[in-house]
Every structure is written in structure tokens, then in C-alpha cells.
């Protein structure tokens, strides 16, 4: 490995591109992030022309020529930019510097380094495209072992030992949420506001541990006999939802959350009432440090 | 209770009005089913005019000025004909012919008297409107213990001893397949035929007991890294989703399964599979049965 000082005069572009969204950010060589910019030109969005969709983007951020350009998330799959093959989870994190795969399209301007995803395989089969990068920031500012989660649309948990991932485990969390509120018999009762007592009750039910099927008719069930005001339905199923990722991985600390403020905190008071301790990390920030560990391997 | 013999000349139109569907049929007092028709009348397409829509099904039978009307199902909920209240879950289901609820609407023509549906409450709620008159019907015929089966959009699962209900566990088994189907991440992959193997592959990953938002985004997960070729994905659901029914409700027998053959025969398979014993029952069979108890109660 090469062990030279990182070089603040260097700089990088990484970019978080994911199905939906994407954000960019401009990092010397010890990860401050100097700028950044986030659009909706997210996988769905920009394909098929992602080599025009980064052009403008970096013509957007007057990104030097110098500059080289990391890209992660669902911009390597088999619907992205091109598809990367997964990492065995095997492979440490911070082995991930050495297994970028450079895209080399002339409508582009100039290459794009693009960060593989990682598989486990076997009696258990999961994926992530994208978050392998923040793991590898949050190892590379010290946290090296623990349960992380990273909530959203497909919530991640990962055991992570000594920089190297053990298990992925992901829930359709965001998802079923938003379909459930968009279809179907529960949707007319989705429209309530944050209700916390209803948020535990949902997280107490998952402990129960009936079946997703069941216990969301259950929720109907307790509207129609006045045993749930309606207001409550929204939040009960956020808290059967997230309690059910509770219940199932890992409850053992130490447990990092890596997410926005607002889903911080709705994993921190889920994550106290089932007396687990968790602590919080910004995703911009992990980001960053995994970017600066890129940016020590990718020669001047 | 009057247990005068049922008179054969007698006869009572029984209308199955569920949400999206109806079906009614004309017994004598014997059960014997001397004519049905079925329509996508259900409560959906019926509201608000349902002593229109009701009308209309009586003149489009012919049925006779002097044959009571008896209906059941979702045409007594709050979205229906009139909200009849649910009866507690310790009535027992031989009583249900002391408690239908008259309707006299003039724009009706006739009066409609309708079966009040079951709620449970307490620390388990669930509820049911429709399934009641088939357990009636089953009762009817012998059947008056056991666990009970009635698949489909919303599964229902019934303890029944002697013929008093002591638990519903409701499964939205058909609904969530159906939007599983329709929306998300899944939907492109829900397009195989019916694959055995990965059918019996999902009833065993139901058994492992992982929670449904992380099952379903394991199936993702397998056909993505080539573990499960994407034509078996939609069997699979479907066995994660029945699956999750034997693995949650009893498991003791007697098990009946009161449903379409198609619906008989995939549960079928899934008690083999979980090596329970299940007889099947068909569900007209037990509706008739049903209203010839209705009709032994009308005063003539």
C-alpha cells in the first residue's frame, strides 16, 4: 500500500449517484469538501446518456481538467452508466481504493472511476451499490467495527470487523412505505402527522413479530373498530416498518447510523426504546473521508 | 331455538356482496342451489345506488316477490349499504340468524337483511365481514372445530371450536402480491409463470422468518447476482407470502381450506410442504349450507 501524505493541493470529484438523485462534491486531499451539488438527474433520470448527464455536471461545477472523478452508487449496475460486478463482501473496505473501474467514453470529456458494489453470497444474499462508500469513510474516521444502518428507500445494516463487512442486511423499508401510502387498502389512512406514541406502538408490534401481512391489517383492523384513531396509521406503520430492522439484525452495540437529521433521529428513538445505543454519523462527511482514501491511490 | 324442519318448497336468494365482486344464490331450504348468478357488482362499482344495483340483480333473477333476500360481505361496512355493526367474536356462528339487520329501502322494492361480519378486540384485533356466513356454512356441515382458511386478497385464518370463533388473523396476502406486482423494485421481475420449486423455495425462506421488507429485497438481491433466475421470482413471492400465513397462524390440525381449486391446490401444497393436514371445502358449497340456516329463521 502506498502510505504517501495526502496532498491538499490535489482535489477530487466524487459522486453519490443514486436511482433517484445525485450529489457531487469537490474534496482536497484531506477530504474537506470545497463545494458540492446535488439535481435529480439520478440513474432514472439520466439514462441512457450518462456521459452527457456527467458532462453537464461538470461543466456545471467548473471542475478543472486536472481534476479526477469518482462515481458510486447505482451508476454501476446493469441499468447505470455501465455495470461494475460486485466486490465479494469479503474485501476489505479499504482495499476499495484498488478495485475502481475507469470508464473511458469520449462523449464524457474525460474518465470516470466508477466504485464497484459489494455481494454477499451464499446461504445469505444481499447487495449495495453505493453505500460501500460511506462505510469506507466511516472506517477511515476510526470506526472500524459495529452494526451500521443506513436508512432510506432500502434501508442497509452492516456488521463491519476490523474495516471488513460480515453481513448485509437490507429492508424495503422507504419502499413499502411509500407504496403502502400510495396503493392499496391502508392509503386512505396514510395521511396523518408524526404521532411518537403511535410511532412505539408500531415499533412494540414488530417486536411481536407477526407477519408484515398481518400486522398491516392489523392497523386496518384497529381503525375500523375504533381501536386506532386513523390520524395514528401513518406512524404506526413507520414504527412497524423500522422496528421490524430492529428486530431482526444485529441489536448488539456499537450501532452507527449513517443518515439525514430527520432519519437520525427517528432511528435514534427507535434504537432507545429498544435500549440499543447509537450513535450518529453525517453522510457528507463520511463521504468525504471515504473520497480522500481515493484520492491518496489515484496517481498525480 | 326453532328447530322446526326446513321446508323444501321455501326458497331465500343469497347475495355474497364483497368489494369488487358479487355473487347470489337461490336455495331452497335444503341448501340446494337451484340458480346463481355472479357479477362485478361488488361494492366499488355498486356505490352509492346499491338499492338500485340490488334492485336490478333481483328483476335480472327473476325472484319471485315472496323470496327473502339475504346479503353478506363488504356491502355492510362503512363504505357500503349501511354500516351494520360487527358482532363479537364469542357469538357463536350458529347464531348469526338471530342477528340480521333489515333494510327497507323503498328503492329497493324488498327488504334486504343483512349478515353482520365478526370483530375481535382487545389485545389481538381483527375483523371480518363476508367470511362469517361460509364458517356458518361449514358449521353447518359438520365442521365445527378446527382451523379454517379463506384465501385471498385479504387471507383469513379462524380458530373455530364448537362453532365459536376464538381467533381471526387477517393476512394481506392477495393485496400485497398485487402490489408487489404493480409497483416498486419487484414489479419488473413478477412476470414469471408458476415455478414449483420457487414456490416450495419461498414457503422454506417464509420458515426462516426474516421480516418481509427484507425477504422481498433478497429476492432482488438473487436475481441480481444470478443466484435465482428472475422467471422464478414471482412463485417465490408468492411462497413467501403463504409461507408467512402457516408459519404465523397454527399449525395444529384440523386445517380446512374453504377457497377456489386453484387457491385449494397452492394451499395444499404449502401444508404438504409444512406437513400439515388440509381438507378443502368449496366455498359455494358452505354459502348455501349457510343460507339454509338463514332461512329455517325467517318466519315463512
Known amino acids: 500500500m502506498d502510505k504517501s501524505a495526502p ?3 490535489r482535489r477530487l470529484l466524487g459522486i453519490d449517484w443514486g436511482t433517484s438523485n445525485r450529489r457531487a462534491y469537490l474534496v482536497d486531499g484531506a477530504g474537506t469538501c470545497l463545494a458540492d451539488r446535488a439535481d435529480d438527474q439520478g440513474m432514472l ?14 461543466a456545471a461545477m467548473d471542475v478543472g481538467a486536472d481534476v479526477p472523478v469518482v462515481a458510486s452508487g447505482m451508476v454501476g449496475s446493469a441499468q447505470g452508466w455501465r455495470e461494475i460486478p460486485y466486490l465479494d463482501i469479503g474485501t476489505p473496505l479499504e482495499a476499495l481504493p484498488d478495485h475502481l473501474v475507469c470508464i473511458d467514453d469520449p462523449r464524457a470529456g474525460r474518465p470516470c472511476l466508477i466504485v464497484p458494489g459489494y455481494a454477499q453470497r451464499g446461504a445469505h444474499v444481499d447487495v449495495m451499490r453505493g453505500e460501500e462508500t460511506q462505510l469506507l469513510g466511516a472506517v477511515a474516521l476510526g470506526r472500524r467495527d459495529g452494526w451500521f444502518v443506513l436508512p432510506g428507500t432500502h434501508s442497509k445494516w452492516v456488521l463491519v470487523e476490523d474495516g ?19 396503493h392499496g387498502t391502508l392509503a386512505p389512512l396514510m395521511a396523518g402527522e408524526d ?8 415499533l412494540e408490534e414488530a417486536r411481536v413479530g407477526a407477519p408484515l401481512s398481518n400486522a398491516l391489517f392489523g392497523v386496518r383492523a384497529r381503525v375500523v373498530t375504533g381501536a386506532m384513531p386513523a390520524a395514528q396509521a401513518r406512524s404506526f406503520v413507520s414504527g412497524l416498518l423500522v422496528g421490524a430492522e430492529f428486530v431482526a439484525a444485529g441489536r448488539a452495540a456499537p450501532l452507527t447510523c449513517i443518515g439525514s437529521p430527520a432519519l437520525q433521529a427517528r432511528y435514534a428513538r427507535a434504537a432507545g426504546h429498544f435500549g440499543v445505543a447509537l450513535a450518529g454519523l453525517d453522510p457528507d462527511r463520511a463521504y468525504c473521508a471515504a473520497l480522500a482514501r481515493f484520492l491518496d491511490r489515484i496517481p498525480s
Not at 45 to 58: I, Q
Not at 195 to 202: E, L, Q, T
Request: proline share 5%.
Open 7 to 9: 496532498s491538499p493541493t
Open 45 to 58: 433520470a439520466a439514462r441512457p446518456d450518462f456521459a452527457g448527464s456527467f458532462a453537464r455536471l461538470l
Open 164 to 182: 471488513i463487512m460480515r453481513r448485509i442486511a437490507t429492508f424495503m423499508t422507504g419502499e413499502l412505505f411509500a407504496t403502502l401510502s400510495a
Open 195 to 202: 404521532d411518537d406514541a403511535a410511532f412505539i406502538a408500531g
